[in-house]
């Protein structure tokens, strides 16, 4: 039996949905680095995002190619990155630079969301932008490789994560 490869995932959603918690938890369940995209950005994109302006596609663009190229990088290792990934023209350029990442989509309702992010602190990206950020989300699609996962007030994230490794796994 061949082994199969290390995953390669990017848990995507809006400003507080949880991306960067679970991505954690979930690197660490599957063995694999973890990194966040957020880190990737230019000076200048998160200088606009903190001033409160949300980024255009042009904006991201150079920032999807760094992403798509952490990504490939990692094949032999794996990795799970946090990433919004809101338009499916920006996962279809991810996957056009790592064709094997899988999508893990964490969805959740505005009044969660807006509670969530109320308690965040030291972020760069302002709440105000989270209705910017929900009218530019294109949710994952049946046909695009990945799951999407319903957030509910409470969950705990290790609960997210048993939900995405054992949907992942089949």
Not at 66 to 95: F, H, N, P, Q
Not at 107 to 113: M, N
Request: aromatic share 4%; glycine share 8%; charged share 25%.
């Amino acid at each position: 039996m061949v082994p199969s490869s290390p995953p390669l995932l990017v848990v995507m959603g809006v400003s507080g949905s949880g991306k960067t918690t679970v991505g954690e938890l979930l690197a660490t369940r599957l063995g694999v680095p973890f990194a966040d995209a957020d880190d990737l950005h230019s000076r200048a994109n998160v200088a606009l995002m903190a001033a409160g302006h949300p980024l255009t596609d042009e904006d991201r663009r150079p920032w999807l190619a760094r992403v798509g190229a952490a990504l490939s990088a990692a094949e032999s290792t794996g990795l799970v990155m946090a990433c919004s990934t809101l338009k499916r023209a920006y996962r279809d350029a991810i996957l056009a630079a790592e064709p094997r990442t899988r999508f893990v989509f964490l969805d959740g309702s505005r009044e969660l969301l807006v509670d969530r992010l109320s308690h965040r602190h030291g972020h760069f990206m302002p709440p105000e932008l989270l209705d910017s950020q929900l009218a530019a989300l294109e949710p994952l699609e049946s046909d695009e490789p990945g799951i999407t996962i319903a957030l509910e007030e409470g969950q705990n994230p290790e609960t997210v994560v048993d939900d995405a490794t054992s949907r992942l796994s089949r």
